[in-house]
C-alpha cells in the first residue's frame, strides 16, 4: 500500500461515521417531531445544518418547526440565510418547495 493509502482510508471512515451521525440525528429530531418536542427538534436541526450547511432539506424542516413554534421571523431568517449561501456557494437558488414555505 502506498503511503496515501491510510489517508484514502481514514477519509472514507471519516465520512462513513459523519453519515450514520447525521442518519442517527434525523431519526432523533423525528422523535422529537412525533412527541410534539419542538425546541428539541429545532435544536437537532440545527446542528444538522452546522454538519451539513448546504443539505437544503434541513433548513426547510427548521423553517417549519420555526413556523410550527410560531417563530415566523426566525423562519424567514434561516431562508435569507440559505438563499445566500446557495447562491454564494453553488450559484443556485432554493427548491420550489422551500420558497413556497418561505412565501
Do not use: C, N
Not at 26 to 50: C, F, K, N, T
Not at 65 to 87: I, P, S
Not at 89 to 96: A, F, S, V
Amino acid at each position: 500500500a502506498g503511503p496515501g493509502a491510510f489517508e484514502a482510508w481514514a477519509a472514507h471512515q471519516r465520512e462513513r461515521i459523519a453519515q450514520r451521525f447525521r442518519g442517527a440525528l434525523q431519526a432523533e429530531v423525528a422523535r422529537h417531531e412525533s412527541a410534539g418536542a419542538w425546541r428539541d427538534a429545532l435544536a437537532g436541526l440545527q446542528r444538522l445544518i452546522h454538519d451539513d450547511g448546504l443539505h437544503e432539506r434541513h433548513y426547510r424542516d427548521a423553517m417549519r418547526v420555526h413556523a410550527r413554534l410560531g417563530e415566523r421571523e426566525a423562519a424567514l431568517q434561516l431562508f435569507e440565510r440559505l438563499r445566500r449561501l446557495l447562491g454564494r456557494e453553488l450559484g443556485l437558488r432554493p427548491m420550489p418547495e422551500t420558497v413556497a414555505l418561505a412565501e
